[in-house]
């Protein structure tokens, strides 16, 4: 997210900084990824070496490579003690849905602001500590870890 918590504008991220897209890269590969459809066709395309879920209420929407979910709170709790490690991707949306079940958040906040129309939800973090933070040029990237 930028500095004033915008995730996105016109259904697409309005930056792209090499450094973090990487991080992001390291971080989520050989593991399974899950975006809101808008989110997801704002990429337009398949994140090599990872598993992706879509949630959508578009019975007729289909991609190939991507499994439909249509109940994101029943595909949630169905997955809450599984081994498989799920990365909420977005949107806004997906986030704040999400929230309750994340036992760990990957969190990067860049220096700067951009025009947005979509922000990143308030969130209660009251139940979550940094474990590690790291400064890069243009962001910071932190992990929090639940602790209740």
């Given at each position: 997210?930028?500095?004033?918590?915008?995730?996105?504008?016109?259904?697409?991220?309005?930056?792209?900084?090499?450094?973090?897209?990487?991080?992001?890269?390291?971080?989520?590969?050989?593991?399974?990824?899950?975006?809101?459809?808008?989110?997801?066709?704002?990429?337009?395309?398949?994140?090599?070496?990872?598993?992706?879920?879509?949630?959508?209420?578009n019975s007729s929407y289909h991609k190939e490579g991507?499994?439909?979910?249509?109940?994101?709170?029943?595909?949630?709790?169905?997955?809450?003690?599984?081994?498989?490690?799920?990365?909420?991707?977005?949107?806004?949306?997906?986030?704040k849905q999400a929230f309750?079940?994340?036992?760990?958040?990957?969190?990067?906040?860049?220096?700067?602001?951009?025009?947005?129309?979509?922000?990143?939800?308030?969130?209660?973090?009251?139940?979550?500590?940094?474990?590690?933070?790291?400064?890069?040029?243009?962001?910071?990237?932190?992990?929090?870890?639940?602790?209740?």
């Amino acid at each position: 997210m930028d500095a004033k918590h915008g995730i996105g504008i016109n259904e697409k991220m309005p930056w792209s900084i090499k450094e973090e897209m990487q991080l992001f890269t390291q971080t989520t590969k050989g593991h399974s990824l899950l975006f809101g459809r808008k989110t997801f066709d704002g990429i337009g395309r398949l994140l090599k070496n990872r598993k992706h879920y879509v949630v959508t209420h578009n019975s007729s929407y289909h991609k190939e490579g991507v499994e439909i979910i249509d109940d994101l709170d029943l595909f949630l709790k169905k997955n809450q003690a599984s081994e498989e490690v799920i990365f909420i991707s977005g949107g806004a949306s997906i986030y704040k849905q999400a929230f309750p079940y994340i036992k760990e958040a990957y969190i990067s906040i860049l220096n700067t602001s951009y025009p947005c129309d979509t922000f990143f939800p308030e969130m209660n973090w009251d139940d979550f500590e940094c474990d590690y933070s790291q400064t890069f040029e243009t962001f910071t990237h932190y992990h929090y870890r639940r602790i209740k």
